[in-house]
């Protein structure tokens, strides 16, 4: 056995190296692959069609594959009838290759099952605005059963890229800007999604949202504290703490060396100091692009071997490095066998613990498919509501039931408005014109006209993004012969330029899209009042509307129940609790911007530009009203154990409601400078009307490190201030606290969850 082998992990059995014994060199390679069948014009990945060769299925799978990809997810397809095509085709895998491995089947599933008919949930920005750990992982779940059942063993999800610069395209993508809440709601995904026997997938690893410039596929210059302590702490969660099975190489370089190269992260962090033993699989095209793009290979064989050495074990979507270049190199003697087998050994591991090996699938595949049911809508339903974040409110909201309401807007009446990019509408349905939905989406003009009593008239005023200004006379018209204007705007998600955000539609500014403000202005100078719904993928530098709008609400694509969801805030049914999980930015020209800076990364007299954003992270109304008081710190705490809080909540109001509360703190005096806040423990509490409780949170150690001036990790001992509020900005109720000890250096046991109770 050679130490190649034995780093692949105490997970493979005697089967699996039997198996890889028995396999010839094209048998071993067939199983670390892809596969994609897909046409013209269906350009869902970047680049696509740029190197690699027209391939039939039946043309790579005589010696067995790897995987399948997108079975489902690639054209609309009936569910039923494509898991005919895919049972036999993994019939034909048993009886007809040589060694009977059926193939792994992965799909896309950030935002739900991305396929025709399935339930589309709200995009992750919005998980991060609930603030709802137990709420994802029943939509894990829900993800999961669906994939499940249609022979589907992978899923390509969560993102747990933390947001760095809201001018970046792939932002409704991420949970976050702070790493902590992207690490506790996307390990409570993986969990759920896992716990079908559907293996998740985190992306991507590691740095992808740190791009200069917010632009997609950028270099990266984050320096190794940034990443160990802001950009890899959720990837670490989501390891340690959800035992996720897979984890995908991103595009990106970080100082010069692409990720999909670099075997200090893919195998020096990820498996031998974090333990991961799962498949580690490319973004699609990874591999070919440290050729095509990185121009760190000089071939297709050279940017295999330098992938596989680092620890890229599968090649997606398709074998074009992997096959016949990576051949001919082990054939020359360009790269020891032995790392093939290491990678074989990896995946047939992965195919034996998800059941495969043992899979004849001689049983009939399904064939009445509910993709979209009551649960998968009550739980999308309940999300969205959770969602939304009221930025701002003078009274005007709930709508008085009478009210004469104007609805207008690019977003009021538009579906896809709904849907982030990697939702099976903005990602698949889009290049195929004319196909119906699938999937009831009640827009939202046509759930306020279901749920307001009053009038409610709709005038479009503008696109997403032109420059047509011809239809805002008459939206201003419409306004002032109304009681309010709800004014419903935003952007378009799709791929490559093609909209306004989603991944390859990067901003230069975070004006709203197109003449989008200019038709804000115009309803806003009839007088009539303005209540503005903000259905986007990113935040938009908004200011200006935050202080002449009567309500601002702020939607982050909230998917297949997000119109009866904003409808229900709008009317008051649903009393709004979701809170920003990204700061809401002044200017583009502050970006890149976190709440997580050091003191000179804020307002100052060094400076004559402020970088104070809009609204700040954790900001969110409701329409009751919370204190929070009586703020405790346990005794002993100390570096090693970190510390117990516990705070007093009340529903002060008049209706009930939930809060967030939100614990933060600051290191005072450390050997690095430290953040001027950090969240340290989050809890979703729901009150009834003047109802009060006790939350206590442990905070472990883990919450306090951060990576010193030797590299390590630690708790370094010393003045702590620890606060509550409604935002990190707000100080309602805060102590000091004084950690005792030595200089702690975290070990790979500790927990890094906060603990909660409710006393």
């Known amino acids: 056995m050679t130490e190649l082998e034995l780093s692949a992990g105490p997970r493979v059995s005697d089967r699996v190296r039997d198996l890889l014994s028995r396999m010839t060199l094209d048998e071993k390679l067939a199983q670390i692959v892809g596969f994609w069948e897909k046409s013209e014009g269906e350009a869902v990945a970047p680049l696509q069609g740029e190197f690699e060769e027209a391939r039939g299925l039946d043309d790579v799978t005589r010696d067995g594959l790897g995987h399948l990809t997108r079975v489902y997810g690639t054209r609309p397809v009936d569910a039923a009838e494509r898991a005919r095509w895919l049972w036999d085709k993994q019939r034909w895998f048993v009886t007809g290759t040589r060694l ?166 893919l195998t020096g962090l990820l498996r031998d100091r974090w333990g991961f033993d799962g498949t580690v699989v490319a973004d699609y095209f990874g591999v070919a692009f440290l050729q095509l793009l990185h121009h760190t290979a000089r071939d297709l064989g050279d940017a295999a071997v330098q992938a596989l050495t680092a620890g890229v074990d599968i090649e997606l979507p398709t074998g074009d490095a992997y096959l016949g270049p990576l051949a001919a190199a082990v054939r020359a003697g360009t790269v020891d066998e032995a790392l093939v087998d290491r990678a074989v050994l990896r995946a047939l591991a992965q195919k034996e613990e998800l059941g495969l090996l043992d899979e004849t699938f001689e049983d009939e595949p399904p064939t009445d498919v509910d993709l979209d049911s009551p649960a998968h809508r009550e739980v999308a339903a309940l999300l969205a509501e959770r969602s939304l974040v009221l930025l701002g409110n003078d009274g005007t909201l709930p709508l008085a039931p009478d009210a004469r309401v104007a609805v207008i807007g690019p977003n009021a009446d538009r579906v896809a408005a709904l849907f982030g990019c990697y939702s099976f509408l903005n990602h698949v349905l889009a290049h195929h014109p004319g196909t119906p939905v699938g999937i009831e989406t009640p827009t939202v003009l046509e759930a306020l006209r279901r749920e307001h009593g009053g009038e409610v008239t709709f005038t479009q005023g503008c696109a997403v993004d032109d420059d047509d200004r011809s239809g805002i006379d008459a939206a201003a018209a419409a306004a002032s012969a109304a009681d309010v204007a709800v004014l419903v705007v935003g952007d378009h998600a799709a791929l490559f330029g093609r909209g306004t955000v989603g991944e390859g539609c990067d901003r230069d500014d975070l004006e709203l899209p197109g003449v989008q403000r200019a038709l804000v202005e115009a309803v806003l100078a009839t007088g009539t009042p303005v209540v503005l719904v903000l259905l986007t993928g990113r935040p938009y530098a908004v200011d200006w509307a935050l202080a002449r709008c009567a309500a601002v609400v702020q939607a982050f694509f909230p998917g297949e129940e997000g119109g009866p969801a904003v409808a229900g805030v709008l009317t008051g049914r649903v009393n709004p609790s979701g809170r920003l999980p990204v700061s809401m930015p002044r200017s583009a020209g502050a970006q890149p911007y ?97 109802q009060s409780a006790e939350v206590e949170l442990a905070v472990p150690a883990a919450r306090l490190a951060f990576t010193d001036r030797s590299g390590r990790r630690v708790v370094e001992p010393g003045e702590l201030q620890v606060w509550v509020g409604p935002s990190c900005a707000e100080r309602e109720v805060g102590t000091t606290v004084e950690l005792t000890g030595g200089t702690y250096a975290v070990t790979p046991d500790d927990p890094r969850w906060s603990g909660v109770t409710v006393l």
């Open 594 to 690: 976190s709440y997580l800076h050091p003191a000179l990364g804020g307002d100052g007299d060094v400076t004559n530009l402020s970088t104070v954003p809009a609204l700040p992270f954790g900001h969110g109304l409701s329409y009751t009203s919370f204190t929070r008081t009586n703020l405790r710190v346990a005794g002993g705490a100390s570096t090693s154990s970190g510390l117990t809080v516990t705070v007093t909540v009340t529903n002060t109001g008049g209706r009930a409601g939930a809060d967030v509360v939100q614990v933060y703190g600051r290191d005072v005096v450390a050997s690095v400078t430290r953040p001027v806040a950090q969240l340290l423990g989050y809890h979703r509490i729901e009150l009834a009307a003047g």
């Open 100 to 265: 009977g491995i059926p193939a792994l089947v992965h799909e896309e599933c950030l935002t739900g099952l991305s396929a025709w008919g399935a339930a589309t949930f709200p995009t992750p920005l919005a998980w991060g605005a609930s603030f709802d750990p137990d709420l994802v992982t029943r939509m894990g779940e829900l993800i999961g059963g669906s994939m499940r059942t249609l022979g589907i063993h992978q899923g390509l999800a969560p993102v747990l890229d933390v947001i760095r610069d809201p001018r970046w395209g792939r932002v409704d993508e991420c949970i976050a800007e702070d790493p902590y809440l992207v690490g506790t709601l996307g390990t409570s995904y993986v969990r759920g999604l896992q716990s079908t026997g559907v293996h998740a997938t985190l992306k991507h690893f590691v740095g992808y949202s740190a791009s200069r410039a917010g632009r997609n596929f950028a270099p990266v210059h984050a320096g190794a504290r940034e990443v160990a302590d802001v950009l890899l702490v959720p990837f670490e969660m989501a390891v340690r703490d959800g035992g996720v099975r897979s984890v995908m190489s991103s595009y990106n370089e970080i100082d010069g060396v692409p990720v999909a190269a670099d075997p200090t992260l």
